[in-house]
């Protein structure tokens, strides 16, 4: 496990992170906590939440849980000074949370106090934007993606009312750094020009999909996180279990796909077929596939933490034991020839 820095913070994480968005509904109280402490005691320092969680389903009875299970492990294990915790307020939505308002100044002074309250702790390490007010491509609506609707001075007005709040926060000592999530390389630059021209806390990481099925990240997002110092949380390094394998023959009782039925609009006609060119290429190689995924991470041009997941604590023994795998640069090359041949299949 390697440690590296959150953006110009002087916060050092993990470059893996467990995420608990299933802590709560697919993963119970007693497995959660075990999951945190097998995570710990691997060299892990760093977790990921939101106030929506858990998912899979979503719904307005269960905002919040995910974070009040890691404050109960906090209150019990007393662990808290070994873990960098990272949470995230939701925008705009179907009425899960806010009867579906999404944030703003005033509501990030409230959410930032009820997080607090959740996880039972005087202070979060990076507080993040799930995503922006204005829209997102991501989630597979850049297929259809529309820009031509949004307001720039309404945008420059919104992200400074929410700089303010979070300075506020920072100043009171209950953030310390900030990030955004499912961003565009425009948004995440005029967050950080906004902050450095007025004096404000600064962008430290965006939490953007990323996987070998999922690479939009490697352009603008990767010149602009090189060049800005952003760190980027990867969700879905496993193609929301794709690349375990186990969708290729069947749907398992209680996964994901079992659940939502389409992996939020990741099963298309390509899917399958492309992730076979992944596993074949890890038996070749005589890899785990799930290690293979996780050790391409290390592998990018730009700085990442890794967020996985795992429903039960057997799938994260199994992460866990390739926590030291490496690639060959034959099997990068390999890699990066079979995205070439089978790019964005979904």
Not at 223 to 244: I, K, Q, R
Request: proline share 4%; net charge negative.
């Amino acid at each position: 496990m390697q440690k590296l820095k959150l953006g110009r913070s002087d916060i050092m994480v993990t470059d893996w992170c467990l995420g608990t968005m299933t802590y709560g509904n697919q993963t119970d109280r007693a497995d959660a906590y075990q999951q945190i402490d097998m995570a710990l005691d691997a060299g892990i320092n760093f977790l990921d939440t939101a106030e929506m969680y858990p998912v899979n389903p979503i719904s307005a009875e269960t905002v919040g849980l995910s974070e009040t299970i890691i404050g109960e492990w906090i209150a019990k294990t007393g662990r808290r000074s070994e873990v960098v915790i990272a949470t995230k307020v939701s925008g705009n939505n179907p009425g899960w949370v806010r009867d579906g308002r999404g944030y703003d100044g005033d509501v990030i002074r409230q959410t930032v106090d009820a997080s607090l309250r959740r996880l039972q702790t005087d202070v979060i390490d990076l507080y993040q934007m799930h995503w922006p007010e204005r829209g997102s491509y991501m989630f597979r609506q850049n297929w259809t993606f529309d820009p031509s609707g949004q307001d720039r001075q309404q945008t420059m007005d919104h992200m400074r009312d929410v700089l303010e709040a979070l300075d506020d926060c920072v100043k009171a000592g209950k953030i310390r750094a900030i990030g955004m999530s499912n961003e565009s390389a425009w948004g995440m630059t005029k967050w950080i020009d906004q902050a450095e021209a007025l004096g404000l806390p600064r962008m430290a990481s965006v939490q953007n999909e990323y996987s070998l099925m999922c690479r939009l990240y490697d352009t603008d997002m990767a010149e602009m996180a090189v060049n800005e110092d952003v760190t980027l949380l990867s969700f879905s390094p496993l193609a929301c279990g794709l690349l375990t394998g186990k969708y290729q023959d069947d749907v398992p009782a209680g996964s994901r796909l079992s659940i939502n039925g389409s992996l939020g609009g990741r099963m298309t006609p390509r899917t399958l077929p492309v992730t076979q060119v992944y596993l074949d290429l890890a038996r070749d190689h005589g890899i785990d596939p799930v290690h293979m995924a996780m050790a391409w991470q290390a592998t990018r041009p730009f700085l990442i933490s890794a967020i996985f997941g795992a429903t039960n604590v057997d799938q994260l023994a199994h992460l866990l034991a390739g926590r030291d795998v490496v690639l060959t640069d034959d099997l990068i090359a390999e890699i990066d020839a079979a995205h070439k041949a089978n790019p964005m299949p979904y």
